[in-house]
């Protein structure tokens, strides 16, 4: 198993602002993913990111207002840049077991909102 | 499309009883499904994974049945604590390293 930390666990946000998210683990990973859940809503993928490389971004979701970064095998972060209210959300990060999205470990999440 | 469904209105039932959910997907050909449990404020917590060759999975007081040819997946939780109560979500992934997609989740409320 993994355990995940996230930095920090809430905010409030004015608009047009920028938040960076931080996400730990205590071992190495290849790749980490971040999520968003809005209200009510199941989880939708944002990106994958893996040490080294790009991250690779899903459709609906681009680097300049999601850049991410991967420094290390243990450490990501997720910046959610010029925010609106509609960016008001649930960020989670999570690492697969066995390099993909296998059974999951998610972090705790940062809850957003964006006034 | 590509779709999941989960029952979208809470489950009620008593402590004691079997709660069932349900994960039925269209468009989809899933190697594996996974369960998952999510406390409010909190990451969903990974509890089961079946593959598409297995009809049933269990662990401790929960079962999973997986019917590739109904589309569907059940999960059961026998005699239910109120511990138990939380949203549950089903999750389908093609394989190797694509991506997996979450259902939106059942709420299960056992009540005491």
């Known amino acids: 198993s993994a355990v995940i930390s996230q930095k920090p666990s809430r905010d409030i946000c004015q608009r047009g602002t920028s938040l960076t998210i931080q996400c730990q683990v205590d071992s190495q990973v290849t790749m980490m993913f971040w999520y968003r859940q809005q209200p009510g809503q199941s989880l939708t993928l944002i990106a994958t990111?893996?040490?080294?490389?790009?991250?690779?971004?899903e459709s609906g979701f681009v680097i300049d207002k999601f850049p991410i970064s991967r420094p290390n095998l243990t450490f990501s972060t997720l910046t959610v840049s010029n925010m609106s209210p509609e960016d008001s959300s649930i960020y989670l990060c999570?690492?697969?077991?066995?390099?993909?999205?296998?059974?999951?470990?998610f972090g705790p999440g940062t809850r957003l909102l964006v006034l | 499309s590509q779709k999941i469904e989960q029952n979208s209105e809470a489950l009620n039932i008593q402590e004691g009883k079997t709660a069932t959910l349900t994960c039925n997907y269209t468009n989809y050909s899933p190697a594996y499904l996974q369960w998952y449990r999510q406390d409010p404020g909190r990451g969903p917590v990974f509890l089961l994974l079946?593959?598409?060759?297995?009809k049933e999975k269990r662990k401790e007081r929960l079962k999973v049945t997986f019917d590739t040819t109904l589309k569907q997946s059940l999960f059961h939780i026998t005699a239910s604590q109120p511990a138990d109560s939380a949203t549950y979500l089903c999750?389908?992934?093609?394989?190797?390293?694509?991506?997996?997609?979450f259902g939106t989740g059942t709420k299960l409320q056992v009540i005491p």
């Open positions: 999570s690492v697969g077991t066995s390099g993909g999205q296998e059974t999951q470990y």
């Open positions: 990111a893996n040490q080294g490389s790009e991250a690779t971004y």
């Open positions: 079946i593959r598409e060759n297995e």
């Open positions: 999750a389908l992934n093609s394989g190797g390293y694509q991506k997996v997609t």
